[in-house]
């Protein structure tokens, strides 16, 4: 699976739009996007994945860049429960293994 | 509907001793997996299961074993704890087509040993 690279860190302002960013240049033609996002040591929790089309559902859109080689992940208004680690994995989904990086940390201020 | 159930929920083991962390599912799901979070740190795949009967290891699989008997349990055995394995362990199902839509995760175990 191709590798992922993601700030450590970010923070926006609560209400604002948070747009995490990543890294995934040795993306493969099979390999999907995904995004989780881990709350305080809790169980991870699936956001969106993609694979060359932008996705959109109730917590988040993702953007794939044309040539998918980086994406964009977008809460579109923040918010203080939206703290947490956020994840950027790539993956074919043929063999069901998820990587995870060390993410990078939303810090979503009031 | 509980999802991923794991038990238990905190555990503190003496050096050598065994036991198995249990994890199950109510989904249906094929693929099962176990994951290890060291603090600060990603998670990292000790071993999975795409099916009744079928294990594999991962990244971290030492010290550990699975089996999967029936679709819904894949419990984890420590065979003789050591202090290395004080972690936070998570279990892990989706349906096998699948990985498309997502991985549910259980809301883990943390488990000391001293």
């Known amino acids: 699976d191709a590798k992922t690279t993601q700030p450590p860190s970010m923070d926006c302002a609560e209400g604002r739009a948070a747009n995490l960013p990543c890294n995934h240049s040795?993306?493969?033609?099979?390999?999907?996007v995904y995004w989780y996002r881990q709350i305080h040591s809790q169980g991870p929790q699936y956001i969106i994945h993609g694979l060359k089309n932008n996705e959109t559902n109730e917590m988040a859109s993702l953007i794939i860049t044309e040539d998918r080689k980086s994406s964009t992940l977008i809460l579109p208004h923040a918010t203080l429960r939206d703290t947490a680690v956020y994840y950027c994995i790539v993956n074919a989904g043929a063999n069901s293994k998820l990587t995870f990086g060390k993410g990078i940390t939303l810090s979503v201020r009031p | 509907n509980a999802g991923v159930t794991q038990t238990p929920k905190f555990q503190v083991l003496k050096t050598g001793q065994s036991m198995t962390l249990q994890c199950a599912q109510d989904m249906n799901h094929e693929y099962m997996s176990w994951y290890r979070q060291d603090p600060g740190m990603g998670l990292r795949l000790i071993h999975y299961?795409?099916?009744?009967?079928?294990?594999d290891q991962g990244e971290v699989p030492n010290g550990y074993n699975v089996s999967r008997s029936t679709t819904e349990d894949f419990p984890l055995r420590l065979l003789s704890a050591a202090p290395s394995q004080t972690s936070v362990y998570f279990c892990?199902?989706?349906?096998?087509?699948?990985?498309?839509?997502?991985?549910?995760f259980g809301s883990g175990t943390r488990l000391t040993v001293v």
């Open positions: 892990a199902s989706s349906s096998w087509t699948g990985a498309l839509y997502g991985y549910t």
């Open positions: 040795t993306i493969s033609g099979n390999e999907y």
């Open positions: 299961s795409v099916g009744a009967g079928i294990t």
